[in-house]
């Protein structure tokens, strides 16, 4: 208990201190250039606020459904050391089956068409 009191005080006062000399020794110099919304030089052209499109998202969505997928996934190789596997490969196949099959929909609806 006491190792662990000792590690939190220790980690408190370490990250305010860290935190203190950061606002210590950081340069506030703002000039016209890093007050500007681009601090890249440019004047902004148009709207920073341009619509973007649905497939953007869709992507997005994709790519996190599977890589949730993999992260199902990854235990597989241990669980084929339990005392019944055959139910685990069970439901890790329909697991895949259904994303799969939800891919395949999805791609025979157009939905991964980039231009149309």
Do not use: H
Not at 6 to 34: C, G, I, R, Y
Request: some cysteine.
């Amino acid at each position: 208990m006491n190792m662990v009191m000792f590690m939190m005080v220790t980690s408190l006062a370490l990250s305010m201190a860290l935190t203190a000399l950061n606002f210590w020794l950081s340069q506030m110099n703002p000039d016209s250039e890093k007050l500007s919304p681009y601090e890249c030089g440019f004047d902004p052209l148009g709207s920073a606020r341009l619509p973007f499109s649905i497939r953007f998202f869709l992507v997005a969505i994709l790519f996190l459904l599977f890589d949730l997928e993999i992260a199902l996934l990854l235990p597989l190789p241990w669980a084929t050391q339990l005392q019944d596997p055959t139910a685990t490969l069970l439901w890790t196949s329909t697991l895949i089956l259904i994303l799969t099959l939800g891919l395949i929909y999805e791609w025979a609806q157009g939905g991964l068409e980039w231009a149309e």
